[in-house]
């Protein structure tokens, strides 16, 4: 067999190499990497040069295949996997370029990323046709294998067009500082449960276009949502209203519209209110800008899980993170529940300044810096929802049928509503679909 004109490298030289990165180790970490170390094991133990059909053999075969299906579950070139692992990685450099310039960072932490980019260089350089090679000879395999091929995207990503590396270092340090590293350089939504923030893999969102009917809160939340995104003082906020006016929906498209100028969305329950100030203290080392969204946010009478909001709401001494804002979603004007029991009477002598207390409860929702508010949508606004969502879907219907049929849909199902508009819109695409099938 030919050995490939790309290979330069062998495994004698490039698995101690790997084994010698000082500060991209975490590169590896994902069943790719973890898959192509077990291989390059196998390939520099002197056991897999024995004859074909021994342990040794029949064992390297199986880690080439391993990493073989892992590249197809991931379903990305090598290049571009290896790449986008650099880009992701959370490590001191990653970590330190956020927050500082490339002069501000130790020259021993520089001259390890440069070691670390000329190693991985030689991996971005090693094609699946040569480890292919590598383990033809090695095991003495008389199937041929097949290599691994998947077109590179390349889309922008700087290091695929620097033919060496360790020259990168300021443009690397740069795409950390701008993007950021880890988790938020590669998802947009984020949930706080068991103490963590576990990423949204596919979330949803309608395009903010399709938000309509409110276009004063709208606006309002918009540029609310831009003035954090230019660093500008921004102020956490109260969307209050009737249910299905679309306030969640309005909060989770400003994801869609503002991810790739570093808008990020950390979803918190009410079990996970109690955690806010931990949360905070995570977010705000990193360079992207966060909305905690708080959904259908209550409190009942005895309860003191608003406390930890209160701290993010007002402050502490901790200074506030300015990369962060709290967007709450109500159906209650007020979030703390009062019942008339509690309303002070002269009679009254269990707290002397019970007034102040009911006080407190009726002024949280005060303490949120902007308060929009979502009135309940009269027949001419949810029309108008209705004619902007069968335009966008292309609803091949008479204006006149389409606002009889909303108005019946609306009558028989949730009343008036963007929600109830969309799931009518979302039948009649369903509709039509079956009918033109038949």
């Given at each position: 067999m030919v050995a490939p004109a790309s290979n330069t490298i062998s495994t004698r030289l490039l698995y101690p190499q790997i084994a010698s990165l000082l500060i991209f180790q975490?590169?590896?970490a994902d069943p790719v990497g973890q898959t192509f170390l077990a291989l390059l094991e196998s390939l520099y133990s002197d056991q897999?040069?024995?004859?074909?059909?021994?342990t040794a053999s029949i064992q390297c075969l199986r880690r080439y295949g391993r990493w073989f299906q892992a590249l197809a579950i991931a379903d990305v070139s090598w290049q571009d996997w290896l790449v986008g692992r650099i880009l992701q990685d959370d490590n001191p450099f990653s970590r330190q370029a956020q927050v500082k310039s490339l002069g501000e960072m130790?020259?021993?932490l520089q001259e390890a990323v440069r070691h670390d980019l000329t190693i991985l260089h030689q991996v971005y350089s090693c094609e699946p046709e040569t480890v292919r090679y590598w383990v033809t000879v090695a095991t003495q395999v008389a199937t041929t294998l097949t290599p691994w091929r998947r077109s590179p995207i390349k889309d922008s990503a700087f290091l695929h067009s620097h033919d060496?590396?360790?020259d990168s270092l300021e443009q690397l340090a740069g795409y950390y500082h701008r993007h950021g590293a880890g988790q938020f350089s590669q998802y947009g939504a984020f949930r706080w449960a068991e103490?963590?923030?576990?990423?949204?893999?596919?979330p949803e969102w309608l395009p903010l276009a399709d938000i309509v009917g409110y276009p004063e809160?709208?606006?309002?939340l918009i540029r609310n949502t831009e003035a954090l995104l230019q660093g500008l003082p921004a102020l956490n906020v109260l969307l209050y209203g009737s249910r299905g006016s679309g306030k969640s929906s309005l909060v989770k498209a400003l994801l869609g519209a503002y991810y790739d100028q570093g808008l990020r969305l950390i979803e918190v329950d009410k079990t996970g209110l109690g955690d806010l100030p931990q949360i905070v203290e995570i977010l705000r080392q990193q360079p992207q800008k966060f909305i905690i969204f708080v959904d259908d946010l209550s409190f009942e009478e005895d309860d003191e899980v608003f406390k930890s909001l209160k701290v993010v709401l007002e402050g502490s001494i901790r200074a506030k993170a300015s990369n962060v804002v709290v967007y709450a979603t109500s159906n209650r004007r007020h979030l703390v529940r009062e019942f008339f029991e509690e309303r002070p009477r002269p009679s009254q002598a269990e707290e002397i300044h019970h007034?102040?207390?009911v006080q407190e409860k009726l002024s949280f929702s005060d303490r949120f810096g902007l308060t929009l508010t979502f009135a309940?949508?009269?027949q001419a606004t949810y029309l108008e929802i209705v004619h902007h969502l069968a335009q966008r879907a292309s609803l091949n219907l008479a204006p006149a049928d389409l606002d009889f049929q909303a108005k019946q849909w609306a009558t028989r199902h949730n009343g008036r509503s963007g929600r109830t508009a969309r799931q009518f819109v979302d039948f009649l695409v369903a509709e039509q679909a079956l009918n033109s099938s038949q």
């Open positions: 975490g590169v590896f897999a040069a024995q004859s074909s059909g021994s130790s020259r021993s060496a590396w360790p103490g963590s923030l576990q990423p949204v893999l596919d809160p709208k606006t309002a007034w102040d207390t309940p949508a009269n």
